[in-house]
């Protein structure tokens, strides 16, 4: 007949294990790995390809910077163009993949034309604290928001598409009634 084993000594078996294992992971030197790079292989005689040249550490940052620079499109407000920066946002990917599209867009408040595109925008929405001119925002899912006025949020959410670079002569474009707004790539 066997006796069961106590938790305590299993307990201290497994620990003992453990460590067993853990210390053939480790080597026992102080110094830190080598970062030295390894010599590059030898080239076989009679190659048929030329070596291929690598990409210098310039060129892989210059080409990050190239990804990471925010993209531009044409908002025309009335036949009147402005510049905006696409957020970098599932919202605003989902914008420029719609482009180019014209939109009639129906005023509210007197600080917005909006318009209900019917199709769906699913980014991460936001309260923000103020609205401001030259905003484009999604309320709700499928609602384009152009704000044209500066003012206070009072507790909407919002995805954010983008946002106007100049909003110069924006609130004079926009007028009091509905606004004909097209969106497209930057040529």
Known sequence: MTRPIDRRTFLMAGAA????????CGGTSAEPPSTAEPPAPAE???SAEPPQPQESQDDEALAQEEQEEPMQILVTVNGVAFTA?????????QLVERLPMTLSMDELHGNEKYCYTGEGFDGQQFVPQTIEAGDLMVFGSDCLVLFYETFANDGWS???VGKIDDVAGL???????SATVTFESVA
């Open 85 to 93: 920066t696409v957020a970098d946002t599932k919202a605003g990917e």
């Open 171 to 177: 609130a004079d474009a926009c007028g009091s009634g």
């Open 17 to 24: 294990a453990l460590g067993f294992v853990l210390s053939g």
């Open 158 to 160: 919002y995805q954010s």
């Open 44 to 46: 076989p005689s009679g």
